[in-house]
C-alpha cells in the first residue's frame, strides 16, 4: 500500500485546508471545505480531483465550500450523524466508532463533542493521521460553544488514547497564542518553553506550526494535562476534579 501525499494550505485568515490523495486510487479527500478558491488551486497545482469531502462539523468556516465542490467534482460528503441536517450536500452520515474505507486506507470516526454537540475526527489507523479539526489543536483546543468542559475534557481523552506518533491535523493556525497561553498556566515546564520559543521562530519566518503529534501535545497542551500537578498548584486547583481544572484553562483562555 503506498503511502497517501497530503498538501496543507491556508484558507480564509487561518483555517487550514488539508487535501489527502491516495495515490493507488486517485481519491482525494478534502478535510472540511472552508473555501473554494484555495482548495482549487491547491487540487490544480498537484493534479488531484476531489472525490470526497470529510466534513468535521457544522461551522460555517468548515462547509462553506461544499456545494460547490460537489458541483464541480460530483464528491461524496461525509460528515456527523448529529450535525446532518446543518452540512449543505451531505451523502453519508458517521458516528461514533464507524469506519470505512478510502481505497485501502482504513478511516475510523471518534466523535469529540465540546466545540460543536457533534463534532467527529477522522484517525486514519494504519497511515497514524488524525484528523481533528476543531477539538484538538496545538497547544489548544476548540471553544466551548454547544457542549459544556465535561464533555470536552472527554473527547480530549478519547483521543490521548490513541499512539503517541499519531500526527495530529488541526483547523486552525492559532498555536503562537496557544503557545504563549500554555506558558502562563504551566510556566516551569522545560519541554514547554522549549517548544514555545520554537513556535515564534517559525511563525516569524512565515511558517505552518501543522501538523503535530500526540506525544508532543501530551507533553505540552495544559489542555490535555489537567491531572498534572504542577499545573494544579499554579491554578490553586489541586483538590479539583479533572473536569474543573480543564473547565477553568478552557475559561482563562477564552479570556486571554
Sequence with gaps: ?????????????DNFGVLVHDPETGFTAAIDAPEEAPILEAATRRGWKITHIFTTHHHTDHVTANLALKEQFGCEIIGPINEAIAIPGLDRTMADGDSFHFGDHTVNVIETPGHTAGHICYHFVDDKLLFAADTLFALGCGRLFERPAADMWHSLQKLA?????????????YTLSNARFALTVDPDNERLKSRAAEIEALRADGKFTIPTTLGLEKETNPFLRAADPAIRRNLLMEGKTNEEVFAEIRKRKDNF
Design 161 to 173: 488514547v490513541l499512539p503517541d506518533e499519531t500526527a495530529v491535523y488541526f483547523g486552525h493556525e
Design 1 to 13: 500500500m503506498k503511502p497517501l501525499e497530503l498538501d496543507v494550505f491556508l484558507c480564509r485568515t
